[in-house]
T-cell receptor, first 114, second 114 residues
Framework: KAGVTQTPRYLIKTRGQQVTLSCSPI?????VSWYQQTPGQGLQFLFE???????NKGNFPGRFSGRQFSNSRSEMNVSTLELGDSALYLC?????????????FGPGTRLTVT | GQNIDQPTEMTATEGAIVQINCTYQ??????LFWYQQHAGEAPTFLSY????GLEEKGRFSSFLSRSKGYSYLLLKELQMKDSASYLC???????????????FGQGTTLQVKP
């Protein structure tokens, strides 16, 4: 079974631009969560989607948004990029996102904002 | 609010045993996960605890005490390949459902020396 895939793997953008990252979950997984990972803050939860609906949300500004499609693939968008948005963005999928349901992480997208 | 604390770094010797502690404060506790993350790679699932007690899985064991807000990951017969970051994550219940976001600690970087 193929793992979680994320595209692109690396991205360089300038301040003020916007960016869209994509995540394809493991086949059959309906829950997709997004995280931002930085050396200073660690792994921080952005949001979770299940059946095309945002089910949980972290404490990030409205510049960060996402969506999920009917095939469970998900995208996240960051508008008006800031230098502080430079980070590794990880996507994780799970069957239902409930209880003991473990999350499988993708390799991440390394975003650099200059 | 929520807070998860782990030691930043630990060093141990190959073949030894190491215990990585995690303390947490959160409302709506709905389980605790441990993940392993090698440098430059995605986190991978190690264990899950929701009830008090010890869960053993090969060389790795995880313990939970809900009343104390405390967990530990025990690694036995350490190998060089165990050098990695170990992340403690708490699932915070969303409303009355069995879903909820994962809140991660900063991670403990374990270095195994020969």
């Amino acid at each position: 079974k193929a793992g979680v895939t994320q595209t692109p793997r690396y991205l360089i953008k300038t301040r003020g631009q916007q960016v869209t990252l994509s995540c394809s979950p493991i086949s059959g997984h309906r829950s997709v969560s997004w995280y931002q990972q930085t050396p200073g803050q660690g792994l921080q939860f952005l949001f979770e989607y299940f059946s095309e609906t945002q089910r949980n949300k972290g404490n990030f500004p409205g510049r960060f948004s996402g969506r999920q499609f009917s095939n469970s693939r998900s995208e996240m968008n960051v508008s008006t990029l800031e230098l502080g948005d430079s980070a590794l963005y990880l996507c994780a999928s799970s069957l239902t996102g409930q209880g003991s349901d473990e999350q499988y992480f993708g390799p991440g997208t390394r975003l650099t904002v200059t | 609010g929520q807070n998860i604390d782990q030691p930043t770094e630990m060093t141990a010797t190959e073949g030894a045993i190491v215990q990585i502690n995690c303390t947490y404060q959160t409302s709506g506790f709905n389980g605790l996960f441990w993940y392993q993350q090698h440098a430059g790679e995605a986190p991978t699932f190690l264990s899950y605890n929701v009830l008090d007690g010890l869960e053993e899985k090969g060389r790795f064991s995880s313990f939970l005490s809900r009343s104390k807000g405390y967990s530990y990951l025990l690694l036995k017969e350490l190998q060089m390949k165990d050098s990695a970051s170990y992340l403690c994550a708490v699932r915070k219940r969303h409303g009355s459902s069995n879903t909820g976001k994962l809140i991660f600690g900063q991670g403990t970087t374990l270095q195994v020396k020969p």
